[in-house]
């Protein structure tokens, strides 16, 4: 459902338009590429990050790792199949996105495989000696095209007249 939401939306975002999404782990960690090299076809992935399995905890009372993807929509769809659309391993052997194991710095947190109702599963521990919003604005800087894309400052008074 994640997957078929982001591809649909993207075919609506005018080409060079950023679209941001927050989604579950499994767009990026599922097995099957398929719906990756969908979305890669519409658009650029300019930057993800991994987000620890605490982050909505507090407000949705749920402990999930979800990732933040931000796309740039391409003028016409291109037979692409990037790197990122596919699984590599990260230095402990957990099997996840390869844009996460060549981007480290993305995610804010641990992959640590953990016990769930349905058997073991990778999840991004939080790094608790920083505080995430820290983290969130460092991991950020990264974004490509992060001036449309990743905006850290509230509006300015004479923005907003």
Same mark, same amino acid.
């Given at each position: 459902m994640h997957d078929y939401f982001l %591809?649909? @939306? &993207? *075919?609506?975002?005018?080409a060079g338009g950023i679209a941001?999404?927050?989604t579950s782990k499994s767009t990026m960690d599922k097995k099957n590429p398929s719906a990756r090299k969908l979305m890669a076809q519409r658009g650029e992935l300019l930057g993800a990050i991994r987000l620890p399995n605490t982050a909505f905890k507090e407000n949705a009372g749920t402990e999930?790792? @979800? *990732?933040?993807?931000?796309? #740039?929509?391409? /003028? #016409?769809?291109l037979d692409l199949?990037? *790197?990122? %659309?596919? &699984?590599?391993? !990260?230095? !402990?052997g957990?099997?996840? !996105? @390869?844009?996460? %194991?060549e981007h480290p710095e993305m995610v804010l947190g641990r992959? /640590?495989?953990?016990s769930t109702a349905y058997g073991k599963d990778a999840a991004c521990l939080p790094d608790v000696s920083v505080p995430l919003p820290e983290q969130l604005k460092k991991a950020g800087e990264?974004?490509?095209?992060?001036?449309n894309a990743f905006r850290t400052n509230s509006m300015e !008074?004479? /923005?907003?007249?």
């Open positions: %591809v649909k @939306s &993207l *075919d609506k975002v005018k941001a999404f927050i999930v790792t @979800s *990732d933040i993807l931000f796309f #740039r929509k391409h /003028e #016409r769809m199949e990037p *790197d990122w %659309v596919h &699984l590599s391993e !990260n230095e !402990n957990i099997v996840m !996105n @390869s844009y996460f %194991v992959m /640590e495989m953990v990264y974004i490509t095209g992060r001036e !008074n004479d /923005e907003m007249q």
